[in-house]
C-alpha cells in the first residue's frame, strides 16, 4: 500500500511569510507525528494526534507553530511569520496507533526561509 | 522530562570491524524503545525495537541491541559492520529521539 506521503517536498520562503506543509498519513494509522529535522539537532519532536485531538503539543517551538488534522487523517503543519532558524526538513510519521508502535516515516519537506 | 541521548554522534568504522553505539533514555512509564536508521537519500526506517519482551532485540541486517534495565540504556550493536550500513542511527523512547549517530564504514 501507500506510504506517508508530504507535499511539498521543497518550500523556498521569504522570512515573515507563513508556509503549510501537509502530511497524508497511512491509511487507518490513527497516530501522527511531526518533527524537524536539522544539521546536528537530530529529529525534533514537534506534536502528535490521536484520531483529530494532540494531546501533546510541547514541542511546538513558538506560537507561530500549529497543526491540525482533519478527519483523522491529513495533517497541516502551519509555521506562521517564518524565520531563517525555520529552515529544517520537517518529518511527518504515522503508527497503527500511539501506543509504541513503529513509526512510518514521509520522505519530508525540505524548507528553507530566506 | 523524557529524553533520549546517544553519546557519539560520529563514528567511522573499517569494514568488518565490531560497532556499539550507546543509548541511554530518561522515560517514566512503559518504555518502549526503538532504533531506526536513515541511510543516504532515503527516509527513516526501523531497524528494531523492543517492547518488554526479552531484552535482546534482534533487527534487521544483523543488527542487535540489549535492553539493560538498571542502566536505562538500550544500545545498538553489530559484530561486523559492512560499507553499505553507512548511514544515520537514531534511538527513539516512543516518540522522543536522539540526536542521532552518523556512521561511515571505509571499504
Known amino acids: 500500500g501507500a506510504g506517508v506521503s508530504q507535499s511539498p517536498s521543497n518550500k523556498v520562503t521569504e522570512k515573515g511569510k507563513d508556509v503549510e506543509l501537509r502530511c497524508d498519513p497511512i491509511?487507518?494509522?490513527?497516530?501522527l507525528y511531526w518533527y524537524r529535522q536539522s544539521l546536528g539537532q537530530g529529529l525534533e519532536f514537534l506534536i502528535y494526534?490521536?484520531?483529530?485531538?494532540?494531546?501533546?503539543k510541547s514541542g511546538l517551538p513558538s506560537d507561530r507553530f500549529s497543526a491540525e488534522r482533519t478527519g483523522g487523517s491529513v495533517s497541516t503543519l502551519t509555521i506562521q511569520r517564518t524565520q531563517q532558524e525555520d529552515s529544517a526538513v520537517y518529518l511527518c510519521?504515522?503508527?497503527?496507533?500511539?501506543?509504541?508502535?513503529?513509526?512510518?516515516f514521509g520522505p519530508g519537506t525540505r524548507l528553507t526561509v530566506l | 522530562a523524557q529524553s533520549v541521548s546517544q553519546h557519539n554522534h560520529h563514528v567511522i568504522l573499517s569494514e568488518a570491524a565490531s560497532l556499539e553505539l550507546g543509548c541511554n533514555y530518561s522515560?517514566?512509564?512503559?518504555?518502549?524503545l526503538f532504533w531506526y536508521v536513515q541511510y543516504p537519500g532515503q527516509h527513516l526506517q526501523l531497524l528494531l525495537k523492543?517492547?518488554?519482551?526479552?531484552?535482546l532485540v534482534k533487527g534487521i541486517k544483523g543488527f542487535e541491541a540489549e535492553f539493560i534495565k538498571s542502566k536505562f540504556s538500550f544500545n545498538l550493536r553489530k559484530p561486523s559492520v559492512q560499507w553499505s550500513d553507512t548511514a544515520e542511527y537514531f534511538c527513539?523512547?516512543?516518540?522522543?529521539f536522539g540526536t542521532g549517530t552518523r556512521l561511515k564504514v571505509l571499504a
Open positions: 510519521a504515522s503508527s497503527l496507533e500511539l501506543s509504541g508502535d513503529e513509526q512510518f
Open positions: 491509511s487507518g494509522h490513527t497516530a
Open positions: 494526534f490521536q484520531g483529530n485531538s494532540a494531546p501533546d
Open positions: 522515560y517514566g512509564g512503559t518504555v518502549n
Open positions: 523492543y517492547f518488554s519482551e526479552d531484552p
Open positions: 527513539a523512547a516512543k516518540y522522543i
